[in-house]
Nanobody, 114 residues
Framework: QVQVVESGGGLVQAGGSLRLSCAASGTIFSINTMGWYHQAPGKQRELVATITRGGSTNYADSVKGRFTISRDNGKNTVYLQMNSLQPEDTAIYLC????????WGQGTQVTVSS
């Protein structure tokens, strides 16, 4: 079994920054892709950013130039640095870890006030 735990969410004013962390633990031999998704009330879950074990990244158009994803393979941890946050970034942010199958965390709330 693999456990995935996110942290770092909170309330921030527009233009501010937050850094999310996601740590995977349990029976892990190697993690392939790690990623962040978000889900706003009444909306579908959407991709924010992903990063492969080798460091290749992919971003949603809405966050390019503002968010940066990174990972520490030795710690089985992925980060999301979010700058220039806007009210439309308000959502629950969920971490996805691809091992033998996909594992999800419970999510961390990010609220951006105008």
């Amino acid at each position: 079994q693999v456990q995935v735990v996110e942290s770092g969410g909170g309330l921030v004013q527009a233009g501010g920054s937050l850094r999310l962390s996601c740590a995977a633990s349990g029976t892990i031999f190697s993690i392939n892709t790690m990623g962040w998704y978000h889900q706003a009330p009444g909306k579908q879950r959407e991709l924010v950013a992903t990063i492969t074990r080798g460091g290749s990244t992919n971003y949603a158009d809405s966050v390019k130039g503002r968010f940066t994803i990174s990972r520490d393979n030795g710690k089985n941890t992925v980060y999301l640095q979010m700058n220039s946050l806007q009210p439309e970034d308000t959502a629950i942010y969920l971490c996805n870890v691809a091992v033998s199958r996909d594992y999800w965390g419970q999510g961390t709330q990010v609220t951006v006030s105008s």
